[in-house]
């Protein structure tokens, strides 16, 4: 992998410490104790200290948390049963996530400490990661440094290799699943909805069928809006280039006033040029992106190899921009 450019790191570092003082930054939406929730201070399957209030997703609320007689960071994520009552299909996405990261080990992931779900509140507890998500700096900024996005592409890129050795497809790529640490690299998190090509067992996404649309609508590969279960990697490789349009134009690929309409642009809409919505940016970006954004799976990247190799050469090509 290319080496960071010089500066580059010290920018995003300044960037999270300025805005987040060198932590995930906490989510300000108001936690609603309509259900039990642990408490800062209470301690997880009798090893986790939980510490903080870290975020809150649909599905699972998370926590920053410390091994008690280790004294690393975590991240515990628990059962929303506040905003999601179908508790067992959060438990199945809590129960996949495991699954998956248990058979995973890269510099771009969390590692997986521990999972329960036969306690008060079933959790996932992996690495917790010190830095901000991708849709907290495009909110910050208004859009990403076209450098700095690609670069975090082509760390995600080589998580997606990984996966697609092991047949797995991650299908809910978007930029607040790409966390950006203060070393400069990119993570990408949240398994709960990812399968494993050819053994999609729905009692580990709570009794999901298989050809239920699931994933994040804005970044959603026509193919898996069609029917999910039967996508390949090639569905990631859309989903991380509308992922990059977001962040470099600071827009969505698509819009429209619900998820059908959105839905069906991007079955039948080709995006805007990124190059026409940022003067300034490079060619070999805005075509990058829209090649990972055809509506043909054939018509994308072949493996994740030749993305990467596509990505490094549009890195050096930005070296002299």
């Not at 203060?182 to 909805?193: H, P, Q, R, S």
């Not at 992106?289 to 050096?316: H, T, W, Y």
């Amino acid at each position: 992998m290319p080496e960071t450019p010089a500066g580059m790191v010290d920018d995003l570092t300044a960037t999270i410490l300025s805005n987040a003082q060198g932590e995930t930054p906490v989510d300000t939406r108001t936690r609603r104790e309509s259900a039990p929730m642990p408490h800062v201070g209470d301690v997880i399957l009798g090893r986790y200290r939980v510490v903080a209030w870290a975020g809150l997703g649909s599905a699972s609320i998370v926590f920053r948390g410390e091994h008690i007689e280790m004294h690393n960071a975590v991240a515990i994520k628990i059962v929303n049963r506040i905003d999601f009552p179908q508790r067992h299909v959060a438990v199945g996405h809590l129960r996949n996530e495991a699954m998956i990261l248990g058979r995973l080990q890269h510099a771009h992931l969390a590692k997986l400490w521990d999972f329960s779900e036969s306690t008060q509140f079933p959790c996932v507890v992996t690495d917790f990661i010190d830095g901000i998500t991708l849709r907290h700096l495009i909110q910050m900024d208004g859009r990403v440094e076209q450098r700095q996005a690609v670069r975090a592409a082509l760390h995600v890129t080589d998580v997606l290799a990984t996966l697609e050795k092991a047949g797995i497809v991650h299908r809910d790529i978007k930029p607040d699943n790409v966390v950006l640490s203060v070393d400069g690299t990119a993570k990408l998190i949240d398994f709960g909805l990812a399968i494993m090509l050819g053994r999609e067992n729905p009692d580990a996404h709570g009794e999901r069928l298989t050809a239920q649309r699931v994933g994040t609508v804005a970044y959603l590969a026509p193919e898996q809006a069609r029917q999910s279960g039967t996508v390949d990697h090639r569905a990631d490789f859309y989903s991380l280039g509308a992922t990059l349009y977001h962040a470099v134009t600071g827009k969505l690929p698509f819009s429209g006033n619900n998820a059908a309409q959105v839905i069906l642009r991007h079955l039948e809409d080709d995006p805007i040029p990124p190059g026409a919505i940022v003067p300034n940016l490079s060619d070999s970006v805005s075509d990058l992106i829209l090649r990972m954004m055809a509506k043909r799976p054939g018509d994308r990247f072949s493996c994740a190899r030749e993305l990467q190799e596509n990505i490094r050469g549009v890195q050096d090509s930005l070296a002299r921009f």
